[in-house]
T-cell receptor
Framework: GIQVEQSPPDLILQEGANSTLRCNFS?????LQWFHQNPWGQLINLFY???GTKQNGRLSATTVATERYSLLYISSSQTTDSGVYFC????????????FGTGTKLQVIP | AAGVIQSPRHLIKEKRETATLKCYPI?????VYWYQQGPGQDPQFLIS???????DKGSIPDRFSAQQFSDYHSELNMSSLELGDSALYFC?????????????FGPGTRLTVT
């Protein structure tokens, strides 16, 4: 099956700092989503981004499908950004299950 | 906008009991997926349905079964529960009429087996 790797596995930031999270995947995909899992376990959908660049407030994401990676940028981090960030990918060829990466655990300290 | 609904949100069962988790997809979504997330792990795919037919199967134990009904809601039935079944169970839905392959996740059901 497809391999999905995220880095770094853990990240501690001072409030106000910027960060970049990376997701590498091993095959062609037609679905790539970034999620933030909050302390209550809910998966908050951040971006659907199988290719290209999107921005939403302090967050932006870029996927370079030909090179099989995606980046999530968090600017001016806040304590509420803490949690686990997952990327999840679906293989090309129709509507498929998604495979999650192992996540990046982010802690933003005041 | 309507989201994916899961019930119950929390469930506590004893070993060897049975549990039923329910998922109500976004209206007009025809595909439902189930995922299991153990403590400290990433979500893992269990099973999916498209138009009431099983479309894909992951590492779902034989003790688990699922189906999708005519109104597109889905139920995950779990029997002979084990301590290791304690996890967050997510349901997601998508539509083959959508221009994207995006999956929409529900809030999850937290199952605790004691």
């Amino acid at each position: 099956g497809i391999q999905v790797e995220q880095s770094p596995p853990d990240l501690i930031l001072q409030e106000g700092a910027n960060s970049t999270l990376r997701c590498n995947f091993s095959d062609s995909v037609n679905n790539l989503q970034w999620f933030h899992q909050n302390p209550w376990g809910q998966l908050i959908n951040l971006f659907y981004i199988p290719s290209g660049t999107k921005q939403n407030g302090r967050l932006s994401a870029t996927t370079v499908a030909t090179e099989r990676y995606s980046l999530l940028y968090i600017s001016s981090s806040q304590t509420t950004d803490s949690g686990v960030y997952f990327c999840a990918v679906g293989l090309s060829g129709g509507y498929q299950k998604v495979t999650f990466g192992t996540g990046t655990k982010l802690q933003v300290i005041p | 906008a309507a989201g994916v609904i899961q019930s119950p949100r929390h469930l506590i069962k004893e070993k060897r009991e049975t549990a039923t988790l329910k998922c109500y997809p976004i209206p007009r979504h025809d595909t439902v997926y189930w995922y299991q997330q153990g403590p400290g792990q990433d979500p893992q795919f269990l099973i999916s349905f498209y138009e009431k037919m099983q479309s894909d199967k992951g590492s779902i134990p034989d003790r688990f079964s699922a189906q999708q009904f005519s109104d597109y809601h889905s139920e995950l039935n779990m029997s002979s529960l084990e301590l290791g079944d304690s996890a967050l169970y997510f349901c997601a839905s998508s539509s083959e009429d959508s221009p994207t392959y995006e999956q929409y996740f529900g809030p999850g059901t937290r199952l605790t087996v004691t």
